[in-house]
C-alpha cells in the first residue's frame, strides 16, 4: 500500500455494504433532504443513494474526486471535509471517514457545525474511537449515539472491529453503549472512594454515599456531600448526584432542609 494511501486512509467502502447500509438506516430519505458524502473517495454512498436524494460529495485526493464524479454522476469537491464549503446545508452526512480517532473526532466537530439541530451523521467508524467512557461522555453531551456492530471482515485485511454509528445533533441518549456513563463518574471520584470499589463492594453508591456521610462525621447538608464525593474535580456530568440522591433516600434520614444523617442500622465502612 503506498505511503499516501495508508495516510488518507483509502479503503473504500465495498458497493453492497453502502447500499445495505443506506437500505436499513435511510430507507425514508427524500427530496427534501440534504445528503454529503465528507470523504467520498470513489463515492460507494453516493452511488448507493436514490437519484431524487440530493448529494453531494467531499474527497481530498482529486483523482479519486474525479472517479465518484464520474461514476455517482454528482458534484464532488475537491477539498478537506473539515474546512471545506458545501454548497447547501446538509441534513446528513454518511460515509466511511479516515479510520484515526483524532481526525474521526474533526470530522464530528465540522458535522457540528454544519448540521441543523437534529442533523443526522451515520459513519463506518473503527470501534477503538468508542472505547473510553470519557470519550463517549464528551460525544454525547452533544449527539445522541446508536451504534451496532458491523463484521471487519466486510473490508479485506482490516484489523479493527467496525461499527456503524449514527449520532443525532443535539439529542441525548445512548444505544448500544452500556456503563460508559457509569465508568466515567467512577473515574472521577476521589482514590479513596474508587478503592471502596476495588475492595469489591457491590453496591457502588451505596457505599460512596455513606462513607462521604461518615466521612463528613455522619451528618451533612446535600451540598457537603457532593463536594466531599467530588472532591476538587469538578464536573459538568450530574449523573453521579442523582445517584446520590437515591442512597441518601435509602441510607439517610433527612435531619433538616437538605440535609442529611445517616439512619440507624448502617454500619460504619469508610477509614
Ligand atoms: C476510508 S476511505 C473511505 C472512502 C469512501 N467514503 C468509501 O466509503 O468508500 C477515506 C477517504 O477519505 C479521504 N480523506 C482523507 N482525509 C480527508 C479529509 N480531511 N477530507 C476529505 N477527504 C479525506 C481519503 O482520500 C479516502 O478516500
New binding site residues.
Given amino acids: 500500500m503506498s505511503a499516501r494511501r495508508a495516510e488518507?486512509?483509502?479503503?473504500?467502502?465495498p458497493e453492497w455494504v453502502?447500499q445495505a447500509l443506506v437500505d436499513r438506516f435511510y430507507p425514508g430519505l427524500g427530496m427534501w433532504d440534504r445528503v454529503a458524502?465528507?470523504?467520498?473517495?470513489?463515492g460507494?454512498?453516493l452511488r448507493a443513494l436514490p437519484d431524487y436524494v440530493p448529494a453531494i460529495g467531499?474527497?481530498?485526493?482529486p483523482d479519486?474526486a474525479a472517479r465518484a464524479r464520474e461514476s455517482s454522476g454528482r458534484e464532488v469537491l475537491v477539498?478537506?471535509?473539515?474546512s471545506v464549503d458545501l454548497p447547501f446545508r446538509p441534513t446528513l452526512l454518511l460515509?466511511?471517514?479516515?479510520?484515526k480517532s483524532a481526525?474521526v473526532m474533526q470530522f464530528l466537530d465540522r458535522a457540528w457545525d454544519l448540521l441543523p439541530r437534529d442533523g443526522e451523521v451515520g459513519f463506518?467508524l473503527p470501534a477503538f474511537v468508542f472505547q473510553t467512557a470519557s470519550a463517549v461522555e464528551a460525544l454525547s453531551a452533544r449527539w445522541s449515539m446508536d451504534q451496532q456492530m458491523l463484521p471487519r471482515n466486510v473490508f479485506p485485511r482490516l484489523s479493527h472491529p467496525l461499527c456503524f454509528a449514527r449520532l443525532t445533533k443535539g439529542r441525548h441518549g445512548l444505544i448500544g453503549f452500556a456503563l460508559y456513563h457509569e465508568a466515567a463518574a467512577v473515574a472521577r471520584l476521589e482514590t479513596r472512594y474508587r478503592a471502596l470499589l476495588a475492595q469489591g463492594e457491590r453496591s457502588v453508591w451505596t457505599a460512596i454515599t455513606r462513607a462521604a456521610l461518615e466521612a463528613l462525621g455522619g451528618e451533612a447538608t446535600l451540598r457537603e456531600i457532593y463536594r466531599e464525593i467530588e472532591g476538587a474535580r469538578p464536573t459538568a456530568n450530574r449523573y453521579w448526584q442523582e445517584k446520590v440522591r437515591q442512597q441518601l433516600q435509602r441510607i439517610g434520614r433527612r435531619v433538616g432542609p437538605s440535609r442529611w444523617a445517616l439512619a440507624s442500622g448502617y454500619q460504619q465502612v469508610a477509614a
Fill in positions: 488518507l486512509g483509502q479503503f473504500f467502502t453502502a458524502e465528507p470523504s467520498c473517495g470513489e460507494a454512498f467531499v474527497e481530498i485526493d479519486l477539498g478537506d471535509f473539515r460515509g466511511n471517514p479516515p479510520f481526525v463506518i
